[in-house]
């Protein structure tokens, strides 16, 4: 039956279910900034009716649900973009450390040996000049010293990367144990069928960050959430973590290990993926190439100067000594400090300059490479650009497409103040509107009991 | 529709990328290349090394080549002298062989010979840069030495060998001829030939001196033969040197090509991306504080 105290109680559920809802924009207008942050909305529903002969009474209003707004589908797209976009970063800005020592093209491997050739060749107009040769041996030394530092280099953007690889395991494990504990905790809430919300958000955002530095794969089952890396070596196992460890290998880069296991060449996104390409791929093939260039050229200079003879008459001896095989960039040094035992001369008198052909030769002549040691180096110079440019290209790439993501997930997600404005004005009003009925019907209810106590005087 | 409700990132993006267009160009026009590392552009990078490789040879061709000009000048001038040496020596074979004249006088005019002769001896042992020019390839000590047991009065140190230099990309050019070529040629030896007049001027015996007269007369004729291959050599080094200078003007134009930067065009783009960050900093600072707040009291 109706009655003013129901009215009462309609208005009080009123007020109550607008608190609630005034509480859920606050939040939202409060973590408008928080990254991760997905909105929430008041879910308002109407209370059941009461039937009474022919007229059917509503029974106010309920805050039924409060749910955070999100999209699974879009945020696993974000998590894949990330790893990718992770991954681009870390080998741009690694290889732009490789591309740093063949960043000139008047300095370097490639002009050594442009100014080894013209001290050769300058060696022939007048061949009995000890300036000149000491000239020549200065080029040499010159040459020897850029390729030495340039392994050095090589190695010590190797060591650096190294380190990341190190860093970057220590964030992942941190990362995995705080959403090993977040996912048993929504797990829980889930299996009572209520919305994680907030739990959720901070799970999808480490998450997110997890995927910057590795690649992650999703998989929801029964026992909550299951992350893995690599081919499927686990990260996060429900409300369990599994940290991985490093170590380091016979070539003396560290690799990674999951339950003991090598999976370093399984990892392919993020910081780790990247690092991993650029360390384990890029680098060895730009130092192999570098120690090919060096024996070879080495060994073409020594066999040049053993078919000639020196300025005593004597039959040439090697210019350059090289450790061929992995160390051979590192190891070129140059063989004799004597200038007097260049080999110019063809026939053993001191004025001839027959060998300085065939000195000279070694520019023209492909190396058992294939290439001229000129042609050898800018091939290089030219791969490495390629490679940079490559990466920094994807990078751009999966950042604007990320950025696009984002502004999707944004859409569905983000906080808007304009409309919290409006919910905040629209519950405001709809509070003091409820406020109002319960002051009427205060008002009415006095009224009802002064009804009994006197009649009304007569004027 | 719903859309993204956080812009401030996405213009912030665009305020990023017009700055670094405006450092890029910024670069372009203090470096004034295009091209400065090789990822802007692996391809032109590689040329560029080559290029400068090229530019660097080139030079040193260059280099190659005025040092041989000057050892080719110094072998021509001393060519030349020789030349006026013999026909000095012909005219005084001519005046001993003209049978007016006594032994005495024959025998004086001998001496001038001798005198020719040890000048010829200094021309023969001409060094250029510390090196003698016509001992072959044997530079380091005097070719020719006096020698009264030889016929020719001197006997050759150096050998026959010859040098080859390069002056440009597979072009070689030989830097000397042997001494015993040219002063003791068997189309000519001016060494014997002098060493005859001098014996038969010594001798006053008329007939042997007009003998050696012609003798030496066919030597001048040789060494002037012989002297062709420096004119000519200098000739060539004259013609290489402007045509190396035209390869380096060439390289230069080509390099230019790959890497300089088109600065009109990098100003331009200057200006256009400093209007596209003043735009989107403009855009930053206008979208931001507004909010259906401001119009609600």
Known sequence: ?459 | MRVNPNFAPDILNDVFQSQAQEQTDLQELSTGRRVNLPSDNPTAFAADVQNQAEQSQTDQYLTNTTNLEGLFQTADSTMSSVVSALNQAISLGTEGSNGTLTLAQQQALAQQVQGIQSQMLQYANTSYEGSYIFGGTETTKPPFVADVTQVAGVSYQGNAGVNQVEIANGRSIQTNLPGSQIFLGSGGNVMASLQQLVNALSSGNTSAIGTATTAISASLNYVSTQRVFYGSALDQMNSNQSYLQTEEVNLQTQDSGLVAADMTAVATDLSQATTTHDAALAALAKVIPNSLLNYLQ
Do not use: C, H
């Not at chain 1, 901070?202 to 959430?225: A, K, M, P, R």
């Not at chain 1, 130092?287 to 040049?304: E, H, R, Y």
């Open chain 1, 1 to 459: 039956m109706s009655s003013l105290s129901s009215s009462l109680w309609i208005a009080a559920g009123a007020l109550q279910a607008t608190e609630g809802a005034l509480d859920v924009t606050s939040n939202n207008i409060a973590n408008a900034s928080t990254p991760g942050y997905s909105r929430e909305q008041a879910v308002m529903t109407e209370q059941g009716a009461i039937q009474e002969g022919n007229l059917t009474y509503g029974q106010g209003v309920n805050l039924q649900q409060i749910q955070s707004i999100r999209d699974q589908v879009l945020s696993f797209q974000i998590a894949l973009e990330t790893q990718q976009q992770g991954s681009t970063q870390a080998q741009s800005s690694a290889l732009q450390q490789v591309q740093g020592l063949f960043s000139s093209s008047t300095q370097g491997i490639g002009a050594d040996f442009s100014a080894f050739f013209n001290s050769v060749s300058q060696l022939s107009t007048n061949p009995t000049s000890v300036p000149n040769r000491q000239a020549v041996l200065n080029a040499a030394q010159t040459l020897s010293g850029d390729f030495n530092q340039a392994a050095t280099n090589l190695d010590s953007i190797t060591s650096g990367l190294n380190q990341t690889v190190t860093q970057t395991v220590t964030q992942i494990n941190g990362l995995t144990q705080q959403i090993a504990q977040l996912n048993g905790q929504v797990g829980t809430l889930q299996n009572e069928g209520k919305d994680p919300g907030v739990l959720l958000d901070q799970e999808n955002q480490l998450i997110s960050q997890l995927s910057q530095l590795t690649n992650v794969s999703e998989i929801q089952s029964g026992n909550g959430l299951t992350l893995t890396t690599g081919n499927g070596s686990p990260l996060v196992v429900g409300n369990q973590s599994f940290a991985l460890q490093t170590s380091t290998n016979s070539s003396g880069n560290t690799s990674i290990l999951s339950q003991g296991q090598d999976i370093t060449s399984a990892i392919s996104g993020g910081t780790l993926g990247g690092t991993i390409q650029v360390r384990d791929t890029v680098i060895p093939n730009v130092s192999s190439q570098l120690n090919n260039l060096a024996s070879q050229f080495a060994a073409s200079i020594n066999s040049a100067q053993t078919s000639g003879y020196d300025l005593n008459g004597n039959k040439g001896a090697a210019l350059f000594s090289v450790t061929p095989g992995a160390g051979a960039a590192a190891s070129l040094k140059v063989a004799i400090s004597d200038p007097s035992l260049i080999a110019a001369s063809s026939d053993g008198t001191s004025g001839s300059n027959g060998n300085v052909a065939n000195l000279l030769a070694v520019q023209n002549t492909a190396l058992p490479g294939g290439a001229t040691p000129g042609d050898t180096y800018t091939n290089l110079v030219a791969q490495v650009g390629n490679l940079t440019a490559q990466a920094q290209a994807e990078n751009t790439a999966s950042s604007s497409s990320l950025t696009q993501l984002n502004d999707q997930l944004g859409a569905i997600s983000g906080v808007s103040i304009d409309e919290e404005t409006t919910n905040l004005v629209n519950y405001q009003r709809d509070y003091e509107a409820a406020a109002r009925v319960v002051t009427t019907v205060d008002a009415l209810t006095q009224s009802v009991l002064q009804m009994g106590e006197s009649a009304p005087t007569a004027p």
